[in-house]
């Protein structure tokens, strides 16, 4: 191994993915935020303010305020338990869970978002499966990624029954993370493999997957799929950074330093800049220098 890639191949990133969606009787969706679980080569992202997204003042306000106020949005939601029934209770078991899994109590969100799913309609297999979604972000939250694995299949069973393919192919994809967490890896790849199938537009899939590939040491795989996010979403500095990596490790720096060097002249403020000029900064190191174990 050379030392420029010794000095990368230590970086270890836990594959990111983004907000998922938790159904309602509104007809919309609710975003979930996905726990803090990013690897030290990955900066943590901003979030958006989230959207309105039920028509009943108490439970909107949980929903908006769950991931900027999570605080506030459990005391709403626990209110609305009191005296809720019906799609009302589970929308309010469904606030209570973002809720909780923004404040990091992830037993106790996985738990809400099951008695969300258990209070749904046996026939509302795409929201039965949306909830068993959030039950499984919340297990990958607390480290039992085996019970995550298992939750994410649940759901996809349900995704197929609902003849979501869109569905199923987003819970594919996130649930190469608790399946790459367990070292299972062939089993991450072929979820990743199905998930660009069925979501061939969506740039988070081929970042995941180029991730996966760096991490793997498939360095050319790694690099087309890294293409494929830029064309997609050619904005998102997140694909700058990991497409430096992929060319710092692949032993060509004047690309990797061109994706980083782009990084900071897009957002000079931002969590991505920062780590833009750290591994700049790592590049310019000695040839002699020792790799730095993460």
């Given at each position: 191994m050379t030392i420029l890639a010794a000095l990368f191949s230590s970086t270890l990133a836990i594959m990111q993915v983004g907000p998922y969606t938790v159904p309602n009787p509104g007809g919309r969706t609710a975003r979930v935020p996905k726990p803090a679980l990013e690897g030290r080569d990955t900066p943590k992202k901003s979030v958006a303010p989230l959207a309105p997204v039920l028509p009943r003042p108490a439970i909107e306000t949980c929903y908006t305020r769950a991931d900027i106020d999570p605080v506030a949005a459990?005391?709403?939601a626990d209110e609305a338990l009191t005296v809720k029934t019906g799609a009302e209770h589970t929308d309010a078991l469904a606030c209570r869970a973002i809720a909780l899994t923004a404040l990091e109590r992830y037993s106790e969100a996985e738990a809400d978002f099951i008695?969300?799913?258990d209070a749904l309609p046996a026939d509302d297999k795409r929201g039965r499966a949306e909830f068993q979604v959030g039950a499984a972000i919340a297990a990958d939250g607390r480290a039992a990624y085996t019970t995550a694995v298992d939750h994410f299949a649940r759901a996809k069973a349900l995704a197929k029954e609902a003849e979501d393919t869109v569905l199923v192919g987003r819970i594919a994809r996130?649930?190469?993370?608790?399946l790459y967490k367990l070292g299972r890896k062939d089993e991450a790849a072929a979820?990743?493999?199905?998930?660009?199938?069925?979501?061939?537009?969506d740039a988070t899939t081929f970042v995941i997957s180029a991730r996966a590939a760096r991490l793997a040491g498939k360095l050319p795989e790694a690099q087309a799929f890294i293409e494929v996010a830029g064309r997609l979403d050619p904005l998102d500095l997140g694909i700058g950074l990991e497409a430096g990596l992929i060319a710092a490790m692949s032993g060509r720096e004047d690309a990797a330093r061109k994706s980083w060097q782009s990084v900071i002249a897009t957002a000079p403020q931002s969590a991505e800049a920062e780590q833009a000029k750290a591994w700049l900064a790592r590049l310019s190191a000695p040839a002699t220098a020792p790799a730095k174990a993460n």
């Open positions: 459990l005391s709403t008695a969300a799913r996130d649930s190469a993370s608790s979820a990743l493999a199905e998930a660009r199938a069925a979501l061939p537009a």
